[in-house]
């Protein structure tokens, strides 16, 4: 009987999916990583606590400075003290992260696209429902 490995089977099908998106995002100087943090804020009106973008990924707090930094670097985001609990940042979009946020979108989309390019919309379903599931029993 073949071994069923899914758990390593799931991590090469995430270091594909990102390495393509990475591929896809570089134009823009952004990485795939940074992208879910843009994601993150698009979804929060554009603006969130560096301790949610934190728990919304289940990052790091290391993790989410360094991805912070580098898309202030590149001028994605801005950061400031939280006026209410000054050992907090918010951390806020820029225009030029709201202005580039379907062209962004369209390398992630794109890679996911490629992913799933030989199934049917059903099996997406089902694999969409599967991985929900699996990801719920570890959580």
């Known amino acids: 009987m073949e071994d ?14 990102c390495a393509m998106a990475d591929a896809a995002l570089k134009k823009q100087g952004i990485t795939y990583s940074q992208l879910c943090v843009l ?7 554009g603006s969130a ?3 949610e ?26 950061s400031k003290r939280d006026a209410k609990d000054q050992r907090n940042k918010i ?18 989309d794109d890679a996911e696209a490629r992913l799933t390019e030989n199934l049917s919309e059903k099996e997406k379903d089902e694999l969409y429902w599967l991985l929900t599931l699996v990801k719920s029993s570890i959580e």
């Open 49 to 51: 606590s560096q301790k």
């Open 91 to 108: 951390i806020e979009l820029t225009d030029r992260a709201s202005k580039l946020k379907d062209t962004l979108c369209r390398g992630k």
């Open 4 to 17: 069923r490995n899914i758990g390593y089977l799931i991590k090469q099908i995430s270091e594909r999916m």
């Open 39 to 45: 994601h993150f804020l698009w979804e929060n009106d």
């Open 53 to 78: 973008v934190e728990r919304h990924l289940k990052v790091s707090h290391p993790t989410v400075v360094g991805l912070v930094s580098r898309l202030e670097k590149s001028g994605f985001v801005t």
